[in-house]
């Protein structure tokens, strides 16, 4: 899978010439946060799924929402009679919600109609916001790798054609910054269903 140094790389081939003064390594990196920005305003999410980093304990009702999730789909519960354990049982939505209180967004189960399974795993599977990046080490989200280059591309070759656009490299800039928004736009226009909020999902409120 590509890295953030990997898009980066990919950007600065297309500068010509490539140039570490006009344009910095953490300047494109902003750029890519940006794209990024505007694919989770545009309502693009990537599916999810929790690590069953929850266990269900007697007599406890709420549980806190996984860090990271957006939207929530289903939830399961552990059959610890396979090996490794599975998670094939669906939890009814009419037997949870999302709530949230003065911190953070919470699962709140139904105690009359919904028997707490003690100490088994819950599993959650949902969706989450694009990711934003910290260190160009990162690995990218999947299946957005050629919208973050398109995007931040054209605003980097925007950035660096604002200069002199009589200049023709100005120009041959300012061509490929358009050329490039052209790309963006579409993908972002195109996404697949795979990217779009399921209907069946609910939100996670302040996320």
Known sequence: MATVQTLIDRIFDRMRPADYIEVSIPQVLSFINQAAEVARGSGWVLHMEDDESLTFA??????????TFAYVESL????????????????????????????????YFNQRAFPIPVDKSLKVIGQKRPSL??????????????YLTEMASHYALSFMSAGNPTLELDRSRLALSQKSLGFAEALLSRHPAEFRVRPSSRLVPGR
Do not use: Q
């Open 58 to 67: 007697e007599n406890t009702w709420e549980y806190a929402v996984p860090a």
């Open 76 to 107: 399961r519960i552990e059959d610890e009679t396979t090996s490794p354990s599975t998670y094939d049982a669906h939890i009814p939505r009419s037997y949870w919600e999302i709530r949230i209180n003065a911190t953070a967004p919470y699962f």
């Open 133 to 146: 990046y910290t260190v160009i080490t990162a690995t990218v989200d999947p299946g957005m790798e050629a």
